[in-house]
């Protein structure tokens, strides 16, 4: 087993445990352990082998934890997971995902009616049972019906950075094949999409189709969909993802390329584009209609100019303007990560994090940056044991002290501050003042109206010492919606008082949503892109930060912390004066 199975069945047995109501510190060390185990760099099942380690040598690891990772290397599973099992059904995790039922509405419901698929869910709420449990009642069930219909519609659907690692793992197994020249992902996962439904490989070289073969080969090829001369099309891994390998010929790779890519909206406006110059556009090249006399083929550079358009990049081909921008050669120039600076939103030890200041501080030294905030969450976030007021001062303290020189990176002293359900701080303004960057999050009472949670958005920049809105819209990719508020009067009031909005690029979230990104420059917000990083594995997140960037439309000028030290300082210090 892989250290992400291990990992998975520790954080299955927590949600079990959160939905029977234990102790939540128990449930904390049962998901920190998750979280250790799959970001530890050897495998748990080597350590478990050798009788002179054991994995209580991982941080987080104590011997509870040790006893089961044992019993599930040697069948599968574990003794407090099989008792939670006989209690709850394995289905029942679902509800989780369902927004409006939080772990004691999914044991009542449980305990009532026994329903455990989301099926038996959405019948109760249309025969209107639900309401009749304690503390629920008829929007709750509106509200749990829309959840059930947005889930239904993300099933099959899968995080950007899953479809990225799988992606890269296939394209160097391809690439081991003689005579393999080139593997390119295409599809969703090349125009960046926060989520992805399939995967699509193109394999060119004078032996592509002996790529398909080895394709087939591969140790997580679980089912053959479908073998021809050209294609291959099988579900890989546990997830059952399905990828798409296509043999192409070098001459009409550009062409399959832009075709592949997409999106299907793109690829309409452009055909019909073509069709009015005369012309014909397919995945095997550019043609005149007349003769059928091939114009461009091998380079998707080819194919654009052919029509009289800059080259779009992929992120932007979604229907929203390109064609129109490129046609008259007004496109943005995107952000790139090579662009960033600095990272602005991390946690450590300190609260929920995995590794201390000085860990995350040298790791992001070693990817070229000249500063990052440390972050850590406010006292609110108990179960992330936040900082009071006393802790933020001495961490204050402690950060201005440092030798920075001799860590090679500045750290800026900071905090994810909770937004409280009256849109006040989470902390109060003494401690605030004392620290160079304050991220106002939420992390709670997302089930508020729309005008309440604006409202309480409006309250929170009134904040003289507030910097950056945190994932702004609180979303949480394929589990749960954005909450709802009125974003462009929150920008305009945002984009007044200068604070920034967060591109959050952690894989889960990547708030902004693109289109929201475009409304928010459009009113003038300026953005920090930060990885919320609680492990130095997750810094590299960036790029899908960048990605996201890049999808709104954004140039590096409207991202700040592309900026060198001393400018980004003056940004916060004219904050402050607000």
Known sequence: MENKAYARLLAETADLMEIASE???????????????????????????????????????????????????????????????????????????????????????????????????ERLCREQKLRLLPRMGAKLE?????????????????????????AGQLTAWLAAEEGVEKVTPAGSLRRGKETVGDLDLLVTGPRAGAALDR?????????????GENKASARVGEQGIQVDVRALPA???????????????????????????????????LFRASDDKPLASAAEEEIYSALGLAWIPPELRENWGEIEAAAERRLPVLVETTDIRGDLH?????????????????????????????TDHSKALAMANGLDEKRVLEFAARVRALDHQALGIRVLSGIECDIRRDGSMDLDDEALAALDIVVGSVHSYMNLDYSEMTDRLLRALESPY???????????????????????????????????????????????????????KQRGV?????????????????????ITARRGWLEKTDVINTLPLPEFLAILKRGTQR
């Open 526 to 546: 300026k953005f920090v892109i930060s990885t919320d990083a609680h492990h130095p594995k997750h810094l590299p997140n960036m790029r899908y930060g960048v």
């Open 251 to 285: 001459k009409s790779f550009g062409a399959a390329l832009q075709y592949f890519t997409g999106s299907k909206e793109h690829n309409v406006a452009l055909r019909t584009r073509a069709v009015k110059m005369g012309l014909k556009l397919s995945e095997y090249g």
């Open 23 to 121: 102790d939540p510190f128990r449930i904390r060390s049962y998901r920190n352990a998750a979280a250790a185990i799959e970001n530890y760099p050897e495998r748990i099942e080597d350590i478990l082998k050798d009788p002179k380690r054991s994995v209580t040598e991982i941080p987080g690891i104590g011997k509870g934890i040790a006893a089961a990772l044992k019993e599930i290397a040697e069948r599968g599973s574990f003794e407090r997971r099989d008792q939670l099992l006989e209690k709850y059904p394995p289905t029942a995790l679902e509800f989780l995902k369902i927004q409006g039922l939080g772990p004691k509405s999914i044991a009542q419901i449980w305990e009532h009616y026994r329903v455990s698929t989301i099926d038996d869910l």
């Open 215 to 227: 394709f087939a080969a591969h140790p997580e090829v679980k089912e053959i969909l479908g073998r």
């Open 346 to 374: 991390m946690h450590t030890t300190s609260s929920d994090g995995r590794a201390t200041l000085e860990e995350m501080a040298g790791a992001a030294k070693a990817l070229g940056y000249e500063y990052i905030a440390i």
């Open 466 to 520: 507030l910097r950056v809105l945190g994932h702004p819209t609180g979303r949480l990719l394929l589990q749960r919606e954005a909450f709802p508020f009125d974003f462009e009067r929150v920008a305009e009031e945002a984009a007044r008082r200068g604070v920034l909005f967060e591109i959050n690029a952690s894989p889960e979230r990547l708030d902004l949503h693109p289109t929201l990104l475009r409304a928010a």
């Open 142 to 166: 509106e509200k749990v019906l829309r959840s059930i219909a947005a889930y239904r519609q993300s099933a099959g659907r899968f995080l950007l950075s899953f479809a990225d690692e799988l």
